[in-house]
């Protein structure tokens, strides 16, 4: 089973910064692609940013320019910075494979002045 453990929520203002983790043990986030989801209260799951193995990138169109997904090969964790963050990016975020059956206890995003 592959156990995900996301980190570096917290409480921001709006216009704010955070910078989220995801670790695993093994090699499983250099040789697969990782996601980031977030999923607010009332709301469905969605996906905001993706990392393929080889590196192609792809956001939402809800955080296009203000977010960026990135990994760390030695360390074996993504990253999601985020930055200009709105009211409407708190939510709860996940990491994940394409085809991941479980999911993590995520880390709470909220931003709110």
């Known amino acids: 089973q592959v156990q995900f453990v996301e980190s570096g929520g917290g409480s921001v203002q709006p216009g704010g910064s955070l910078r989220l983790s995801c670790s695993a043990s093994g090699r499983i986030i250099r040789i697969n692609a990782m996601n980031w989801y977030r999923q607010a209260p009332g709301k469905q799951r969605e996906l905001v940013a993706r990392?393929?193995?080889?590196?192609?990138?792809n956001y939402a169109d809800s955080v296009k320019g203000r977010f960026t997904i990135s990994r760390d090969n030695v360390k074996n964790t993504v990253y999601l910075q985020m930055n200009s963050l709105k009211p409407e990016d708190t939510a709860v975020y996940y990491c994940?494979?394409?085809?991941?059956?479980?999911w993590g206890q995520g880390t709470q995003v909220t931003v709110s002045s």
């Open positions: 994940n494979l394409d085809y991941g059956l479980t």
């Open positions: 990392i393929s193995s080889g590196g192609r990138i």
